[in-house]
């Protein structure tokens, strides 16, 4: 796994710990990231919801200098799978 995937594992998991549903991360060229029941880990799984992204738009919703909603919007986070889902991933990040 690269780099920016091990820091976005450490990141996430202070920020979510566990997650009732399962969700995955893409970052382009870099790996996936899956969250769920048991943590966050980097991981490749089926998930109810997969979110893709560019390491800048990822980094920047990890930080807070991107809203997830606003990169959705305009097409910088593809969304894969249930919405509500994603929502809840939205709220736990915040």
């Known amino acids: 796994m690269s780099d920016i995937v091990n820091?976005?594992?450490?990141?996430?998991s202070e920020k979510i710990g566990s997650f009732s549903s399962t969700a995955k991360f893409v970052i382009e060229d870099e790996g996936s990231i899956m969250i769920d029941d048991s943590g966050v880990r980097a991981g490749d799984d089926a998930a109810d919801v997969t979110l893709t992204a560019s390491r800048e738009?990822?980094?920047?919703?990890?930080?807070?200098?991107v809203n997830p909603t606003t990169?959705?919007?305009?097409g910088k986070l593809k969304l894969d799978?249930?919405?509500?889902?994603?929502?809840?991933?939205?709220?736990?990040?915040?």
């Open 71 to 74: 990169a959705f919007m305009s």
């Open 57 to 65: 738009t990822f980094e920047g919703i990890l930080d807070g200098s």
């Open 7 to 12: 820091a976005a594992v450490e990141k996430l």
């Open 81 to 94: 799978g249930d919405m509500s889902v994603a929502m809840q991933l939205g709220q736990a990040l915040s």
